[in-house]
């Protein structure tokens, strides 16, 4: 038997820790959000694009997967149901607050992380030169994009979540969530496109 959350950290998987915390070793929870707040806050953070709400959602979700951890079947991956988990947490905070001014504000900051990670064809030869306006000009993307766009794109291309995952996540169709994908990408492009084609 294992014999404290770093033992367990160190030699048991996911599922073997869920057993423990059922078993009533609460303290080997605190292993899971070790583990994954890290992710689960990458998540919440291009999702909502402020890094106070994803500090809030990061609690949020651990919060609910410790009450609801009955419902989790081992067989199934944890990292897939606590990313779920926050990405329902993420959209219920983008719909409370709808679109906030403050995102195409704080553009510089909150998304330049966001800009390096969208993939691009042809890679810009001044990235420099162009790196604040497109940082703005994302802002403003993204502040054009609704709470189910931004998140299907996010899970999409940041996350590499599968169309069918993303979908049960949405509590969208397969097809509706392709959908929202691509108004999304549009969107993105749209006001990305006079930017890159000047390069």
């Known amino acids: 038997m294992l014999d404290s959350p770093s033992n367990l950290q160190m030699e048991g998987d996911d599922a073997a820790i869920v057993g423990q915390v059922r078993a009533g070793e609460i303290d080997a929870f605190r292993v899971l959000v070790e583990r994954h707040s890290r992710k689960v806050f990458n998540l919440a953070y291009r999702m909502t694009g402020n890094e106070h709400d994803a500090e809030d959602i990061v609690q949020e979700t651990f919060m609910k997967a410790y009450r609801t951890l009955g419902r989790f079947e081992s067989r199934s991956s944890f990292g897939t149901w606590i990313h779920r988990i926050a990405a329902n947490c993420a959209l219920d905070a983008i719909r409370s607050r709808k679109v906030r001014d403050e995102v195409s504000e704080t553009a510089d900051d909150d ?36 709470a189910a766009e931004r998140a299907a794109f996010v899970l999409r291309h940041f996350e590499g979540m599968p169309i069918v995952e993303i979908s049960k996540t949405m509590g969208l169709r397969d097809n509706a969530t392709k959908n929202t994908i691509f108004r999304a990408v549009q969107k993105l492009r749209r006001i990305l496109e006079p930017i890159l084609n000047e390069a």
């Open 111 to 146: 998304h330049e992380q966001l800009i390096e990670s969208i993939p691009a064809a042809d890679p810009l030869p001044d990235m420099e030169a162009f790196g604040s306006e497109v940082r703005q000009k994302v802002g403003l993307a993204l502040g054009e994009l609704t």
